[in-house]
């Protein structure tokens, strides 16, 4: 029987902050993420594969963190890559012998779940096959393997991490090889393969990056649990975005996973008991990168200045994101789906550049307006954004703001607008590029 003290003592337990992106990613969660670590224990990746990136300054040094959790960065804190991320060996090993060469110790700090499904050569090519077949229907993916890996997976034909190091590796090597081969003949019939995913050639490779990288497999789960039990605190770090969830994005111009507060759960192990904070990030705008519905893209001058003062281009692919004012409909549908507790506004400095704001409060489909979210691709492809306009006008630098009453009043004004339709607090404000440069209310 359990006493009741220590029932009492369970429930003052550490709890989870988890971040998340609230629109198609890209909106600045390694900002967030940093400055959780600094009083994290554990920094944990959930979902994605190196289609993802965190970009973070630290010591005046710019990382883009594809696969290692960006929280890592803080000198002391346990990153963990969970069960739901799709691991590209070779993408990993490059991260780590650049943190080691500035000074990180990856070594003590570094855990991977046994559990992680390994993206091969196999399934960059059949991504690449697949979004060539597709033609003008092409989804947008950044050619990564990562769909072809989660499809595996989810076929139940996945080699995890902890298959590398199993008797029957090989085999099942050689059998997925094959079977990927003959699925690339029907994809693109006109190219041959079999050089490029030569097995022996693969077996050998990929044997070399498991011996490297079988200091850092472990139980995660475990080592979760134990960390909640021991008091420590554990920070979950999202990839991607809730517009670009399997389930609850704008399908199919998604991503392969869950980026949403259920695949936080389904990605680390951890369980909905365990979650405290829920921080949705934004930018003061909107951006997406790839195909697919954007109700408030804008497609002239000021969409092209909004992506130049911001710097939108993408971590991963360096492609130029598509941009546009502000969407409360999507961010109050970001809310409901993920349970957030706190908002952070990144870029608030580049929108204070325009002396007229737009936000779109709601959407005109065929003369009904609605402030519902919908995926509904029709739907979506055919509203128009209804906005109202705010004052902007803060040209001035805003990046030595420490202070949220430090801010111009219409900085200001704009944050309580979003507080106040939203529904949820402004914990964080990005003023500027650099990472200190944040409000923490």
């Known amino acids: 029987m ?15 902050d988890v971040v998340i992106g609230c629109f198609y990613g890209d909106e600045g969660k390694g900002k967030v993420i940093d400055y959780l670590a600094a009083d994290a224990d554990v920094a944990v990746r959930a979902t994605g594969g190196d289609n993802a990136g965190h ?3 630290a010591n005046g040094v710019k990382y883009a963190m594809h696969l290692i959790p960006s929280g890592l960065l803080s000198g002391h804190t346990t990153g963990v890559i969970g069960n739901g991320v799709v691991l590209n060996p070779e993408v990993l090993l490059e991260e780590i012998d650049n943190l080691k060469e500035h000074g990180y110790d990856v070594d003590k700090y570094l855990k991977i779940s046994d559990k992680t499904h390994v993206i091969f050569p196999y399934h960059r090519k059949l991504d690449l096959a697949l979004e060539k077949a597709r033609k003008a229907k092409k989804i947008g993916t950044t050619g990564k393997g990562i769909g072809p890996s989660y499809c595996d997976k989810y076929e139940r034909s996945g080699i995890r991490m902890e298959d590398l190091y199993a008797p029957d590796f090989k085999e099942r090597l050689k059998e997925q090889t094959e079977l990927k081969l003959a699925l690339l003949k029907v994809y693109d019939p006109e190219t041959d393969y079999t050089k490029e995913l030569d097995f022996e050639k ?9 011996e490297k990288l079988k200091p850092y497999v472990c139980d995660v ?6 960390a909640l039990e021991d008091d420590k605190k554990v920070v979950v770090e999202g990839a991607q975005a809730t517009l670009l969830d399997i389930d609850f994005g704008s399908y199919p111009y998604v991503t392969s996973s869950n980026p949403t507060i259920g695949g936080i759960l389904t990605g680390t192990g951890l369980s909905a008991s365990d979650i405290g904070n829920v921080y949705g990030v934004i930018k003061a705008y909107s951006s997406r990168v790839g195909e697919g519905p954007y109700v408030t893209e804008l497609l ?5 200045r909004i992506r130049e003062l911001g710097h939108e281009y993408g971590t991963t692919t360096g492609r130029p994101r598509r941009c546009g004012w502000l969407d409360l409909v999507t961010l109050k549908y970001a809310k409901r789906l993920n349970g957030l507790t706190g908002l952070s506004v990144n870029h608030l400095d580049t929108i204070g550049k325009f002396d007229t704001i737009k936000v779109c409060t709601g959407y005109d489909v065929n003369g009904e307006v609605t402030e519902d979210f919908t995926t509904n691709l029709n739907v979506l492809n055919n509203a128009k954004p209804v906005y109202k306009e705010l004052k902007g006008g803060w040209d001035e630098s805003i990046a030595d703001c420490k202070t949220f009453d430090e801010l111009p009043e219409e900085a200001k004004a704009y944050i309580n607008f979003i507080e106040e339709y939203i529904g949820v607090p402004v ?7 650099e990472r200190e440069a944040m409000i923490v209310r």
Do not use: P, W
């Open 2 to 16: 359990i006493h009741v003290n220590n029932i009492r003592e369970a429930c003052k337990m550490s709890k989870v």
């Open 55 to 57: 970009t973070i300054k």
């Open 202 to 210: 693969t077996y050998a490779q990929y044997s070399e990056y498991a």
């Open 221 to 226: 789960v475990t080592l979760l649990h134990k």
């Open 300 to 304: 002239d001058e000021t969409g092209d």
């Open 427 to 433: 914990k964080f404000i990005g003023t500027g590029a």
